[in-house]
């Protein structure tokens, strides 16, 4: 169970807008009774830097944005934990994950609960300490079937990826929103929970329904498709 959201743009107000609205969210979720309270971290790219955080802390300890941003252009996940096993609670457990090959570098931020016992199997590896985050990226970069995945889904899918190409170091940040209506029904979960949103104030952000609630915007997106954030080059 997380609070997300990602943001292409050129706005340093915007991200702090959004991060004041994921501190909010994670604090008091209005569609999930607890908090998200088991780390965080983030993923900011711009032209010349990179920039990989993860903290075991809870978000809403934090006063204010980490670094100091500039009106640049960027690319940038913040994610909000909320284990589902507590014993995997870690900095290096905290969302994004990072998986690399010989074509790309890949971050990860992923909403929601897949079957992790049954990605290890099809990728023999052993699962006892890996997040099923973590299973669900290495998958991704291994078969990349963002269909065939749907089906290890138990709650939701819900994902934000940025791909790096090593070859013309070419960044494609995207995000896709589904998940398992029946399963939730089964765990008593409002549904809202799981719907993401979409704005494209001052730059594109998707983002959590809570965020949504919070800072009073944004458009419903459409469920089960990949859908591309923005593109930019890197040095």
């Known amino acids: 169970m997380c609070r997300m959201f990602a943001y292409y743009g050129f706005s340093s107000q915007r991200v702090k807008e959004l991060f004041e609205c994921l ?15 088991d780390g965080w971290g983030f993923i900011l790219l711009t032209k010349d830097k990179l920039i990989h955080y993860r903290d075991v802390n809870p978000i809403f300890f934090v006063d204010d944005f980490p670094l100091n941003l500039k009106d640049e252009e960027m690319m940038i996940i913040v994610h909000a934990r909320q284990a589902s096993d507590k014993k995997l609670v870690s900095s290096f457990f905290s969302h994004p994950y990072l998986e690399t090959n010989e074509k790309y570098i890949f971050y990860l931020a992923h909403n929601g609960s897949v079957d992790k016992e049954k990605i290890a199997k099809e990728l023999n590896i052993e699962s006892n300490y890996l997040v099923d985050s973590e299973l669900l990226l290495k998958y991704l970069v291994q078969r990349e079937n963002y269909d065939k995945i749907k089906e290890y889904t138990k709650s939701s899918l819900n994902i934000i990826l940025l791909k790096i190409k090593r070859e013309n170091r070419e960044a494609e940040l995207s995000f896709m ?11 008593n979960v409002n549904e809202k929970y799981y719907v993401m949103f979409y704005s494209n104030k001052n730059g594109n952000a998707v983002f959590s329904s809570t965020l949504a609630h919070y800072c009073g915007e944004g458009k419903e997106v459409e469920k089960g498709k990949m859908i591309e954030l923005g593109k930019m080059f890197i040095r």
Do not use: W
């Open 23 to 37: 501190k909010k969210s994670a604090s008091n979720d209005v569609y999930y009774p607890k908090p998200h309270e």
């Open 177 to 187: 929103n589904y998940y398992n209506e029946e399963y939730i029904k089964t765990k």
